[in-house]
């Protein structure tokens, strides 16, 4: 028989759950005082570093240049919305974090995405007309067609028509919805 390597929790979610909840409560006395929300303690603050960091590691966030810029963005958010985590709905402060980080993770690819789309869009109208970029008293001639540039740019103009499709097609169909609501009115 293999014997099974015993699970380590990196988190300890009944932990963290109790620590959130008496931050929150010391967060709500200091509010009723008037008084600055208190600093957030550093287990919370370890929980919530340990769940980015590990989720960067994660197959889908792995090959990323700007791993340390999504692991901002995911601890930024975690604090900003940390007051929100409603203990009464759910006992699970480690999964609340999590999503809250993946759709961080998320935002972050899709800004990055969008810059590099702008950058090979520039670099491609620079090869169109036979520009060249001077820096630094050096002359870097743009004449090289590169397909995974032309791929990118075409890939993501294809993507953002096809949201705006979907966007114009969404609105249309709660315009019928409106409009057959107030057909039952009168």
């Not at 293999?2 to 300890?12: E, G, I, Q």
């Not at 480690?94 to 869009?121: G, H, P």
């Not at 709660?174 to 009115?185: H, L, P, T």
């Amino acid at each position: 028989m293999v014997k099974r390597r015993a699970t380590r929790n990196y988190v300890n979610n009944p932990d963290l759950l109790a620590a959130l909840i008496e931050y929150k409560r010391l967060s709500r006395e200091a509010e009723d005082a008037g008084d600055d929300r208190p600093r957030v303690p550093d287990y919370i603050g370890t929980c919530i570093y340990q769940i980015a960091t590990r989720l960067a590691t994660k197959p889908n966030f792995s090959g990323y240049s700007y791993k340390e810029d999504m692991i901002s963005d995911g601890i930024e958010n975690c604090l900003l919305y940390i007051m929100n985590f409603n203990e009464e709905k759910s006992q699970n402060p480690f999964a609340y974090f999590t999503q809250i980080i993946w759709y961080a993770f998320l935002r972050r690819i899709a800004k990055e995405k969008k810059q590099m789309y702008i950058r090979f869009k520039s670099s491609q109208h620079m090869i169109a007309t036979g520009g060249t970029y001077t820096g630094d008293g050096q002359d870097i001639h743009l004449n090289t067609a590169a397909d995974y540039m032309n791929d990118f740019v075409r890939d993501f103009e294809d993507k953002l028509a096809k949201d705006k499709a979907k966007k114009k097609e969404t609105e249309a169909l709660k315009k019928a919805e409106a409009d057959e609501a107030d057909g039952d009115d009168t």
